[in-house]
C-alpha cells in the first residue's frame, strides 16, 4: 500500500498533458503544467525551463532518498515467490 501510494503521489505531482489540457486558467495549472509557459512558438527559455524542472524533481528525488529502502522492498515484496 506505501508503494502505490508513493507511486500514485508521483504520478499527481508529475501531470503534464492533463493539467496543459484540461485547466484553461494558468493560476490553476500544476506545477509540471506550467513548464509548458516557458515555450514560446519563436523561442525557449532553456535555462528557466530547466530550473522548472529541478525544482519540481526535488519534492520526488528527496523522499526516495529519504525512503530508498522501503520504496524497493516494497517493490520487490510482490516479485518474489515464497
Not at 484553461?24 to 530547466?50: I, K, N, S, W
Not at 530550473?51 to 522492498?73: H, S
Request: some cysteine.
Amino acid at each position: 500500500m506505501v508503494s502505490l501510494g508513493i507511486l500514485m503521489s508521483v504520478w499527481t505531482w508529475n501531470q503534464f498533458l492533463l493539467a496543459l489540457v484540461l485547466v484553461e486558467d494558468p493560476t490553476e495549472r500544476t506545477m509540471a503544467g506550467a513548464l509548458g509557459a516557458f515555450q514560446g512558438h519563436y523561442a525557449t527559455d532553456v535555462p528557466l525551463l530547466c530550473a522548472g524542472t529541478i525544482l519540481i524533481l526535488l519534492p520526488t528525488l528527496i523522499i526516495f532518498i529519504l525512503f530508498q529502502r522501503q520504496i524497493i522492498a516494497a517493490l520487490l515484496q510482490g516479485s518474489i515467490k515464497g
